[in-house]
């Protein structure tokens, strides 16, 4: 069976597991606790796995291990084609990682915690600057995504979820447990409520995963 090495709250873990929720792909969870006694992740054991020491990373049953959470979705789109997680117009399929990009690449590092401990830690940021930190960067990011969302349900106006409601929903859950004001971004809300309503990001919310606290 394969493995998926997650932490319930990581929203990287988030988009690999809506992924597989989405595809019927059954897996066995390993969590991995990102903060508990100076991180699982720095542990030789998890660094065996992923020598960068995030997750998540999904271990096939060979023992092959892929890193990175779009890397893991475009390995399940290649060996599990149905339900398709990239739309198959080519302007909707690029506006659809456009939005998927926004989020994994220009939000989400830039507000993971590695990047704020580091602020903290050596950069003599206090909370407030942190603060100010992550608001301008989720901030500037999701009203991007704003604009790039063509829906009322689903981010792309289809009738199945893609690669950038899968982005959206993991980011927002991210936004809200750093009580991010989401007030300026209502198609982001909008396409975030529709898309938790489903049976497959249901499954891969945080709080119903094994290793919840
Ligand atoms: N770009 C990576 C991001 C992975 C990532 O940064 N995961 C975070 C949790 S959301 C993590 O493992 N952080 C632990 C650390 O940096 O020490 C992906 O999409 O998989």
């Not at 080519?90 to 456009?98: D, E, G, K, Q």
Request: charged share 20%; proline share 7%.
């Amino acid at each position: 069976m394969l493995k998926l090495y997650s932490f319930f709250r990581s929203g990287a873990s988030y988009r690999a597991r809506i992924a597989l929720a989405l595809k019927g792909i059954p897996y066995e969870t390993v969590g991995i606790h990102l903060a508990r006694d100076g991180g699982e992740q720095n542990k030789p054991a998890y660094r065996a796995v992923n020598p960068q020491g995030r997750v998540p990373a999904l271990e096939l049953e060979d023992g092959t291990v892929i890193t990175q959470s779009l890397a893991i979705i475009d390995y399940l789109e290649t060996v599990h084609p149905e339900p398709r997680l990239y739309p198959q117009h080519p302007l909707a399929r690029a506006n659809a990682l456009s939005i998927a990009f926004t989020i994994a690449a220009d939000i989400h590092p830039l507000q993971n915690t590695s990047t704020t401990n580091y602020l903290a830690k050596h950069l003599n940021a206090d909370e407030a600057a942190i603060k100010a930190w992550y608001q301008r960067w989720i901030g500037s990011g999701l009203a991007a995504v704003e604009t790039k969302i063509i829906g009322t349900g689903y981010a792309l106006g289809g009738s199945d979820p893609t690669i950038a409601d899968i982005c959206i929903v993991a980011q927002l859950a991210t936004a809200r447990r750093l009580n991010f004001d989401l007030s300026a971004y209502p198609k982001v809300v909008a396409v975030d409520a529709h898309a938790t309503r489903h049976p497959a990001f249901v499954k891969a919310h945080p709080l119903n995963q094994p290793d919840a606290e």
